[in-house]
Structures are given as structure tokens and as C-alpha cells.
């Protein structure tokens, strides 16, 4: 079983960064790509980045290009995401989760495990 629990969420003001982290049990986590899903409130859930299993290859969605910054450490069952300028709009509850492939993809019908999020909230 896999487990996934995020950290690093809080409270910021516009403009400011944050960074949030995803620890995964289990020793299979450097076997399959990853991504970060966040969803706003009375919103549906949405893809924000995604990274293949070595590391070597990122994308993201273009709401959070250039902002945002996904990446991994296999050897901590760490998964990282680095945020910045953010804004008001950026306010919502940021998931982890892991793909069902070492690749991955931007549709959440492509992740089998999830944690259970961490909130994000940037006041203006």
C-alpha cells in the first residue's frame, strides 16, 4: 500500500512563494512518475505539473508555467513543488499524487494513489 502525505501548505500573501513537499512510503516511489493536482473551492480537481520517474522530464499546466517548479528526490520518496508569484487565484487545496506509469500524464484517471492535500491560501 502507498501512502502519500503532503506538507508545506499555509497561508501567504500575494507575490510570495511557498514550497510544498509530498513524503511517500513504500519503496516504489522512484519506479513511477508523479504530479501535483490542486483543486479551488466549488471548483473540479486540476492538473498543475507532472514529473516522470528519474526526474528528467517536467510538465506543466499553463496556468502555473513559469511560477511553478515540480521536482524529486528518489532517494527521500520526496516529491517537491516550488511556487512563486503567487496570486489569489493560486488559493485551493494542492494534492500529490502518483501515476500508474513511470511517465505519466495530466488526467487524474492516470494516478492511482492520492494524499490527502495540504491547503494553500494567498491573500491579496
Known amino acids: 500500500q502507498v501512502q502519500l502525505v503532503e506538507s508545506g501548505g499555509g497561508l501567504v500573501q500575494a507575490g510570495g512563494s511557498l514550497r510544498l513537499s509530498c513524503t511517500a512510503s513504500?519503496?516504489?516511489?522512484?519506479?513511477?512518475?508523479m504530479g501535483w493536482f490542486r483543486q479551488a473551492p466549488g471548483q473540479e480537481r486540476q492538473f498543475i505539473a507532472g514529473?516522470?520517474?528519474?526526474?528528467?522530464?517536467?510538465w506543466y499546466a499553463d496556468s502555473v508555467k513559469g511560477r511553478f517548479t515540480i521536482s524529486r528526490d528518489n532517494a527521500k520518496n520526496t516529491l517537491y513543488l516550488e511556487m512563486s508569484s503567487l496570486s489569489p487565484e493560486d488559493t485551493a487545496v494542492y494534492y500529490c499524487?502518483?501515476?500508474?506509469?513511470?511517465?505519466?500524464?495530466?488526467?487524474?484517471?492516470?494516478?492511482?494513489?492520492w494524499g490527502n492535500g495540504t491547503l494553500v491560501t494567498v491573500s491579496s
Open positions: 499524487a502518483r501515476s500508474e506509469t513511470t511517465w505519466g500524464s495530466n488526467r487524474m484517471a492516470g494516478y492511482d494513489y
Open positions: 513504500g519503496r516504489t516511489f522512484s519506479n513511477y512518475a
Open positions: 514529473i516522470n520517474w528519474t526526474g528528467g522530464a517536467t
